[in-house]
T-cell receptor, first 109, second 118 residues
Framework: GQNIDQPTEMTATEGAIVQINCTYQTSGFNGLFWYQQHAGEAPTFLSY??LDGLEEKGRFSSFLSRSKGYSYLLLKELQMKDSASYLCAAEDSNYQLIWGAGTKLIIKP | DTAVSQTPKYLVTQMGNDKSIKCEQN?????MYWYKQDSKKFLKIMFS???????INETVPNRFSPKSPDKAHLNLHINSLELGDSAVYFCASSQESWTSGRNTGELFFGEGSRLTVL
């Protein structure tokens, strides 16, 4: 079956760095998305990785290893507003998105 | 200007009723979706339309019927509501290149419609 695993909840301190991991098993693979979802709001797009390696976008970076079925989202210089759920979604061979349940990130002062 | 808008934002109703949620996007995208997010926060795709044509129809009870009058609108009608239908329903759109079979990907979500069935 198709499956996405990511931790349910993580806690980090303001100003620190946190890495949110995601492993996936899909029928074929085309790419991997990360979305941010604040409580009670809609998910918003953060990144899309197709090739292996690290993609940096400001304080956020996303890494992909296709051979390992693994991705992570790295958040630097954490701010209180980064408290949210982070959703990992893998795109299978039919370009269908398989979503994880999200990692709730709690930032403490 | 709101890119993807859906109404109503909140909906509380009794079991057995019929209700509709409307969605409109002003991004000029070709593809629209309905997703259901349950209490465990999993996002599950229900339907996808590309240029008014049904592309994805996941295993959803036939009480759920989408309608796309044009490519900017995708409405969701639910008949005979059940307790298990309680969830947040998100509409989304994306600009996908179906001719090349490639998903160009980024989804733009509406604010969500929280449905509570009593």
């Amino acid at each position: 079956g198709q499956n996405i695993d990511q931790p349910t909840e993580m806690t980090a301190t303001e100003g620190a760095i946190v890495q949110i991991n995601c492993t996936y098993q899909t029928s074929g693979f085309n790419g991997l998305f990360w979305y941010q979802q604040h409580a009670g709001e809609a998910p918003t797009f953060l990144s899309y990785n197709v090739l292996d390696g690290l993609e940096e976008k400001g304080r956020f970076s996303s890494f992909l290893s296709r051979s390992k079925g693994y991705s992570y989202l790295l958040l630097k210089e954490l701010q209180m507003k980064d408290s949210a759920s982070y959703l990992c979604a893998a795109e299978d061979s039919n370009y269908q998105l398989i979503w994880g349940a999200g990692t709730k990130l709690i930032i403490k002062p | 200007d709101t890119a993807v808008s859906q109404t109503p934002k909140y909906l509380v109703t009794q079991m057995g009723n019929d209700k509709s949620i409307k969605c409109e996007q002003n991004l000029g995208h070709d593809t629209m979706y309905w997703y259901k997010q349950d209490s465990k926060k999993f996002l599950k795709i229900m339907f996808s339309y590309n240029n008014k044509e049904l592309i994805i129809n996941e295993t959803v009870p036939n009480r759920f019927s989408p309608k796309s009058p044009d490519k900017a609108h995708l409405n969701l009608h639910i008949n005979s509501l059940e307790l298990g239908d309680s969830a947040v329903y998100f509409c989304a759109s994306s600009q996908e290149s179906w001719t090349s079979g490639r998903n160009t990907g980024e989804l733009f979500f509406g604010e969500g419609s929280r449905l509570t069935v009593l």
